[in-house]
């Protein structure tokens, strides 16, 4: 019994050892980082929204073109060549220049915390699928134990049986259980693929690899409550609720520009002739105001749309920052339970490794039932499983509460 148990807990610390590229958690995290396309694509997304950003001073900056030409005619063998210069400077536009800055910075800082969200959805993503390949392993490991002690039950009822001293329906349920415990391992194996490829995937890879993990669940027990309402306001999804209030604000600012006349200066500097270069000489400047006083009331239902946008932005704001606390305060609650349930299985554990000790040597001598012993075997393997399983589901549990509150991945 001893040789057994010890033999299980080698199986959980030991470093795994199937033949694969083995990884530690601070590599999976560097190669995350460098080739996970939902990352990336949330970068490039702040990338387009800086450059749209950039984009909108230049409604502050003055427009310049230039133009040159060539003609000829049919009528005539002459050739008149044209140069030009022109510029053009808004000086009022309705505020809609100032407004449309504002609205790209919001729209800026949404991408922003959209890049935030990716990377603690990715730090979930990653810390789910490492617990869970490092839990296919010892699990793999464990299941092999449990089938060698399987198979030493069954030669121990099948002697008794063959002395008379058990009936045949013990000997039969023994070799279920070993059969039983022969499909789990085998079940183990199939499982241990499935997680290297939920890995693989977190880290990027497209093709399928053999992968496995070096390292142990690390668990730690949470801290006290924090204030979850102030937590949810640094949220990724509350800050970018709070964005899009200030686009739809912005929006409702560049909706009204539309009431106001527009003002800008212009001039021009132009040479013409039918040499090259042309030398006779035009120039013009002046300032233009354009009010289109009614385009068909499209100006005022833009206004009473942009208003409507910024009152249902406002909302969902308010249902971003209610969610995020309640979230908060769920995965706490989850992180707690998956904490104290660990030691709670290993409690049990430690009492089903002592009962198992003790009743299989009232059985081997003749003092506890089949039956009896049975189940304490059973409670055995089930607590070991039960233990195993409890430090995957705290290390996710911890997960989800990070995930919760933005926390991404860091090099």
Avoid at 159 to 171: D, N, P
Avoid at 270 to 299: E, I, T, Y
Avoid at 341 to 359: K, P, S, W
Wanted: charged share 25%; hydrophobic share 40%.
């Amino acid at each position: 019994m001893k040789r057994f148990i010890c033999c299980a807990l080698l199986a959980v610390l030991s470093p795994p050892a199937f033949g694969g590229e083995a990884l530690t958690w601070e590599a999976c995290v560097g190669e995350a980082l460098d080739r996970n396309p939902d990352l990336a694509g949330a970068a490039e997304s702040v990338w387009k929204a800086r450059s749209q950003h950039q984009a909108s001073f230049s409604g502050f900056f003055p427009q310049l073109s230039a133009s040159a030409g060539l003609s000829k005619t049919d009528s005539a063998s002459s050739e008149d060549y044209s140069l030009g210069l022109s510029a053009r400077q808004s000086l009022f536009s309705g505020f809609k220049d100032k407004a449309g800055v504002e609205r790209s910075a919001a729209d800026l800082n949404s991408a922003e915390a959209g890049l935030q969200a990716a990377l603690s959805n990715l730090g979930f993503q990653l810390q789910s699928a490492f617990s869970r390949l490092l839990y296919a392993q010892e699990q793999m490991k464990l299941a092999q134990i449990i089938s060698e002690r399987r198979g030493e039950n069954v030669r121990l009822v099948e002697l008794r049986y063959e002395a008379g001293r058990e009936h045949k329906g013990s000997y039969l349920r023994s070799k279920a259980a070993n059969r039983q415990a022969e499909f789990e391992a085998s079940q183990a194996k199939r499982a241990l693929r499935v997680a290297q490829r939920e890995l693989a995937k977190a880290l990027g890879r497209s093709e399928f690899d053999v992968i496995e993990v070096t390292g142990s669940f690390k668990t730690a027990s949470p801290e006290e409550a924090p204030e979850f309402r102030f937590l949810a306001a640094r949220t990724p999804a509350v800050l970018q609720a709070e964005a899009q209030t200030r686009a739809a604000e912005a929006g409702v600012a560049v909706s009204k520009s539309q009431l106001y006349p527009d003002i800008a200066a212009s001039g021009s500097l132009s040479r013409r002739g039918s040499d090259w270069p042309p030398g006779s000489k035009n120039w013009s400047a002046g300032v233009s105001l354009s009010f289109p006083f009614f385009p068909g009331g499209r100006n005022i239902f833009d206004v009473k749309s942009a208003l409507a946008e910024e009152r249902r932005s406002r909302a969902g704001q308010r249902s971003a920052a209610d969610q995020a606390a309640l979230d908060l305060e769920d995965k706490f609650a989850a992180f707690q339970d998956a904490a104290e349930q660990t030691e709670v299985r290993r409690e049990f554990l430690d009492a089903a490794e002592v009962r198992a000790q003790i009743a299989r040597s009232q059985y081997t001598s003749g003092l506890l039932s089949f039956e009896d012993w049975d189940l304490i075997e059973n409670d055995l393997i089930s607590g070991q499983k039960a233990m195993l399983a409890s430090l995957r589901d705290a290390v996710i549990a911890r997960a989800g509460w990070e995930r919760a509150q933005g926390k991404g991945l860091r090099p």
